[in-house]
């Protein structure tokens, strides 16, 4: 698991293939349990997921758009921790510098109106397809 990578290569290998799992697998329960990993990495070591943001964070987003709302849950709030919204609030403005010019304000918005206003605690939800929390 990609929590528990110490070592830098490793962790840039894991994050990658977490990124392909998102892009090449069709089932929405394996998309949904790759941004649970992913959301678990950047809780657990903020600074290792810190340097995998050019790669994670753009599989992320994509999912992000996608009309089921148990993946869109999910990435949202693996973005939420990736991005350390609430404990390192300009790593998102830093990271928005390395994308095109064109998608700058529609990712700090995105920033401003949907991860800024996620509780702390709502990774302890579980959004299944039928709408219902656990």
């Known amino acids: 698991m990609l929590v ?6 490793a962790a840039t290998e894991y994050a990658r293939a977490l990124a392909e799992a998102l892009d090449e697998d069709d089932s929405v329960d394996v998309k949904i349990c790759v941004l649970n990993a992913i959301r678990q990495f950047a809780k657990t070591t903020p600074d290792k997921a810190e340097q995998q943001l050019s790669v994670l964070v753009p599989a992320a987003l994509q999912r992000v758009k ?9 990435a949202e709030r693996a973005l939420y921790h990736l991005l350390q919204i609430r404990t390192n609030p300009g790593l998102h403005q830093q990271f928005a510098t390395t994308l095109p010019e064109s998608h700058t304000k529609t990712f700090l918005d995105f920033c401003k109106v949907v991860l800024s206003k996620l509780p702390e605690d709502s990774d302890d939800e ?3 397809d039928d709408g219902y929390t656990d």
Do not use: F, T
């Open 4 to 9: 528990y990578v110490d070592d830098d290569s």
């Open 66 to 74: 996608k009309s089921m709302l148990s993946l869109k849950y999910a």
């Open 126 to 128: 579980e959004i299944y």
